[in-house]
């Protein structure tokens, strides 16, 4: 159901033309993390239960979950 | 799943009011932002914008952070005590790149991380008070990546390390990415590995104050906080942590994304995470408190733990001065936790290299099934902690960023590419509160 909805939805994008992505290419734009958040994402690692899912990481490599 | 659905729905819905949309509008660029971009010499004859290079150092970052934080819910003294703790964090990153003329683009990315924290509860290692309060880690990390930029596929592998005292880490992973013909959207896999050690350092009352065996004229006498050895000949070695036993922590997560442009102004990223641990998942320095007992006993949790985050992020550039970051997050856990985490950031480009960026980001969980409070577990529980990070709460975090990228470089200096502060400001209904303050510098 859901990969039926994701291909319904993803099958309705428009085609951008790489002239058209120079708002898509500002800097802050990207879909990743910010630099400066590395550390944030670290404290709350150890201060919440939940992580993951957000390109940092899942448990593992520090005494946190 | 629910809510899985509801988020792909929306997703959908998302896609299809922007090809309405854009049938009247931004088919051509109105008042184009700035680009940062140089041009170089570039494959005119794929279009990909490939130009072989020879070795050379394409970026270095360097953030560091200051952290502090207060509260009233130790895990060390069993969820009471204080939780000050400071915290510096240094890092570094260089990356490499070069490029051949198959199209195949090189990088090598080499990290170094360096932390010292001091933390008030973890003196209550021993009762009295007197453990030692601060420590050090260090991380090293190291990436390569290949990339076919004709092909739009990239492959790499990476490795990790962590050292403190009462941690060893080391991580392996295998990362994979693929655009699709359109080069409007990508596909990307990602299988990480991480062998943990904890060292078993137990709460000083928990464990035989003192044990003397000798061997051949040697004497080892182990203490809580290590062994001194009495050679033959009289001389005193101390080590304050060989011998001390430790146990394994595995962490493997398999994770997926896939992220779309689905408009001249709009892109998203839809990211899910399976994640298995095994091992030692608690620390053995968390005490528990029985009911109608004053005894303190190690916490103890299962062995093995499943995760399953499933994140959404969406960017909108509105105008030609803001832009929309958002961030959504669904959790779930084998040990009973839900979780939801929504974020939202809203970059005001001031100029074209200065902007200002509010943040808020609100976080909620439920209990895990092993959690309560100080005095409320009993010895009839087969599992047990008293770690508010396990216990039910919401947080909020909000703060502001800047952001500088003038194109001839930070304060003049053209080395310096982009400069980045941030500070954040975090509240826990559990009473934790907490600061950060980051800077960040890219140098190319």
Same mark, same amino acid.
């Given at each position: 159901m859901g990969c039926l909805l994701a291909a319904t939805g993803l099958s309705s994008c428009v085609h951008v033309k790489e002239y058209q992505k120079n708002r898509i290419n500002?800097?802050?734009?990207?879909l990743n993390n910010r630099k400066v958040e590395k550390n944030e994402l670290n404290f709350e690692s150890y201060r919440e239960a939940a992580s993951g899912a957000n390109a940092g990481k899942t448990g593992g490599g520090c005494g946190c979950n | 799943m629910k809510k899985v659905y509801l988020s792909v729905i929306g997703f959908a819905l998302m896609c299809r009011l922007n090809v309405h949309a854009q049938a009247s509008q931004d088919t051509l660029p109105r008042n184009p932002s700035v680009s940062l971009y140089t041009p170089v010499e570039k494959d005119t004859t794929h279009n990909t914008g490939y130009s072989p290079r020879a070795l050379h150092i394409d970026e270095i970052n360097l953030v560091s952070s200051y952290y502090w934080q207060n509260g009233d819910h130790s895990p060390v003294t069993g969820g009471i005590g204080t939780e000050k703790v400071t915290d510096i964090s240094n890092g570094i990153d260089l990356k490499l790149v070069w490029g051949d003329p198959n199209y195949k683009k090189n990088s090598l990315t080499m990290g170094f991380g360096y932390d010292h924290h001091t933390s008030a509860s973890q003196a209550y290692i021993n009762l009295s008070g007197a453990s030692r309060k601060g420590g050090d880690r260090i991380y090293p990390s190291l990436d390569w990546t290949t990339e076919n930029v004709k092909k739009g596929s990239s492959f790499g592998i990476g490795a990790y390390y962590s050292g403190e005292y009462n941690y060893k880490s080391t991580g392996l992973d295998l990362h994979f990415s693929q655009k699709t013909a359109d080069k409007n959207g990508e596909f990307s896999a990602k299988l990480q590995a991480y062998f943990d050690q904890v060292t078993l350092i137990y709460p000083a009352e928990l464990i035989p104050n003192t044990t003397t065996t000798s061997t051949g004229g040697t004497t080892v006498i182990t203490t809580a906080s290590g062994t001194q050895t009495v050679l033959s000949n009289g001389q005193v070695v101390e080590n304050h942590h060989k011998n001390i036993p430790s146990s394994a922590r595995n962490t493997y997560t398999a994770s997926l994304g896939y992220s779309q442009i689905i408009s001249p102004r709009l892109q998203v990223m839809f990211m899910v995470d399976g994640v298995a641990q095994n091992g030692y998942?608690?620390?053995?320095f968390h005490r528990v408190y029985f009911a109608d007992s004053s005894k303190a006993v190690v916490e103890k949790l299962p062995s093995s733990r499943y995760k399953l985050p499933v994140g959404l992020r969406a960017n909108y550039f509105l105008g030609d001065n803001v832009i929309i970051r958002t961030y959504y997050r669904y959790y779930i856990d084998s040990w009973g936790i839900k979780s939801n985490t929504a974020g939202l950031e809203i970059p005001l480009k001031v100029t074209p290299f200065f902007s200002i960026s509010p943040f808020y980001r609100y976080y909620d969980q439920s209990a895990a099934k092993y959690f309560a409070a100080y005095g409320v577990h009993t010895p009839a529980d087969e599992y047990y902690t008293s770690? @508010?990070? @396990?216990?039910q709460f919401q947080s909020h975090f909000m703060g502001v960023g800047i952001r500088l990228a003038p194109p001839k470089g930070v304060f003049g200096w053209q080395n310096l590419h982009d400069l980045e502060l941030r500070y954040g400001h975090y509240t826990q209904t559990t009473d934790l509160v907490s600061s950060v303050v980051s800077l960040s510098l890219g140098f190319k």
């Open positions: 500002d800097a802050e734009m990207v | 998942l608690g620390l053995p770690n @508010y990070a @396990y216990s």
